[in-house]
Nanobody, 119 residues
């Protein structure tokens, strides 16, 4: 069964750091991209950072550039999101997602992990 399982969320004060992890299981050979998305209450889900499963291409939302870093460990089928200098506006539920080859959308999603940043 294909699954994405996130971990690493929590509560932190502004200026602090957190590291999110997402492990993919099941059929991973067809993954083209993986990424992190977030959704705050009353807002639409938005892309935070994405990375090619094989290769170096990555993307960051302007709001997190210079503070967040996405990385992967293919041997562990895991991606990470290192979040530094966190701000209250980073508070959201963070979701891991995967996009398959040939797909134009992210077609596999994790359950999400909550990140809360207090001022």
């Amino acid at each position: 069964q294909e699954q994405l399982v996130e971990s690493g969320g929590g509560s932190v004060q502004a200026g602090g750091s957190l590291r999110l992890s997402c492990r993919a299981s099941g059929r991973t050979g067809n993954i083209h991209y993986m990424g992190w998305f977030r959704q705050a209450p009353g807002k639409e889900r938005a892309s935070v950072a994405t990375i090619m499963w094989e290769g170096t291409t990555s993307y960051y939302a302007d709001s997190v550039k210079g503070r967040f870093t996405i990385s992967r460990d293919n041997a562990e089928n895991t991606i990470y999101l290192q979040m530094n200098s966190l701000k209250p506006e980073d508070t959201a539920k963070y979701y891991c997602a995967a996009r398959s080859f040939g797909s134009t959308t992210y077609d596999r999603w994790g359950q999400g992990t909550q990140v809360t940043v207090s001022s």
